[in-house]
Antibody, heavy 114, light 109 residues
Framework: QVQLQESGPGLVKPSQTLSLTCSVSGDSINSGSYYWTWIRQPAGKGLEWIGRIFTSGTTSYSPSLESRVTISLDTSNNQFSLKLISVTAADTAVYYC??????WGQGILVTVSS | QTVVTQEPSLTVSPGGTVTLTCASSTGALTSDYYPSWFQQKAGQAPRSLIYHTTNKHSWTPARFSGSLLGGKAALTLSGVQPEDEADYYCLLYYGGVRVFGGGTKLTVL
């Protein structure tokens, strides 16, 4: 069964770039027809869909984040990544990676603070 | 901006039946919005329960069912168990982009 694990810095300074990686095991990231997805959840609040990348590399992003976000595949390491530029305190959240929104990682807390 | 609306909170007695709904600001939902439902318990990652309106996973308890009801997506729990107390989220598809509902906090009391 596919398993996903988020990794990256737990603290990012305002105006800098948030970079996270999702390591995938039990499946090849460039086989099949899957959407590799990022979702976030601020403390005590609901889920927010950030965006996704298809196995082919095609991406789609939330309109509210589109100008700041990039999702990419790293097939050599069986990973996919999230980059969010110009972060503010409002980007503080638990970030989840998922495959097709069915299989999820455990999440990683990222705090934006100086 | 598209808004997906769920009941903020619902309460149900053990053994009872409850229906959670999910509505779109764009109008009546159809299966073309591929409604999905997720359960999130405190301190845990969300878990997928229902996909493509009515489809269950192998791990989805039989008491959970998905449907379309009056232009909304619906998640019905029949024979509610204490362990069903959780937050529930719907997710809708808008031509490549997906949007979560605000979530429903279900209390079993």
């Amino acid at each position: 069964q596919v398993q996903l694990q988020e990794s990256g810095p737990g603290l990012v300074k305002p105006s800098q770039t948030l970079s996270l990686t999702c390591s995938v095991s039990g499946d090849s990231i460039n086989s099949g027809s899957y959407y590799w997805t990022w979702i976030r959840q601020p403390a005590g609040k609901g889920l927010e869909w950030i965006g996704r990348i298809f196995t082919s590399g095609t991406t789609s992003y939330s309109p509210s984040l589109e100008s700041r976000v990039t999702i990419s595949l790293d097939t050599s390491n069986n990973q996919f990544s999230l980059k969010l530029i110009s972060v503010t305190a409002a980007d503080t959240a638990v970030y989840y990676c998922a495959r097709d929104s069915i299989y999820w990682g455990q999440g990683i807390l990222v705090t934006v603070s100086s | 901006q598209t808004v997906v609306t769920q009941e903020p909170s619902l309460t149900v007695s053990p053994g009872g039946t409850v229906t959670l709904t999910c509505a779109s600001s764009t109008g009546a939902l159809t299966s073309d919005y591929y409604p999905s439902w997720f359960q999130q318990k405190a301190g845990q990652a969300p878990r997928s329960l229902i996909y493509h309106t009515t489809n269950k996973h192998s791990w989805t308890p039989a008491r959970f069912s998905g449907s379309l009801l009056g232009g909304k997506a619906a998640l019905t729990l029949s024979g509610v168990q204490p362990e069903d107390e959780a937050d529930y989220y719907c997710l809708l598809y808008y031509g490549g982009v997906r949007v979560f509902g605000g979530g429903t906090k279900l209390t079993v009391l």
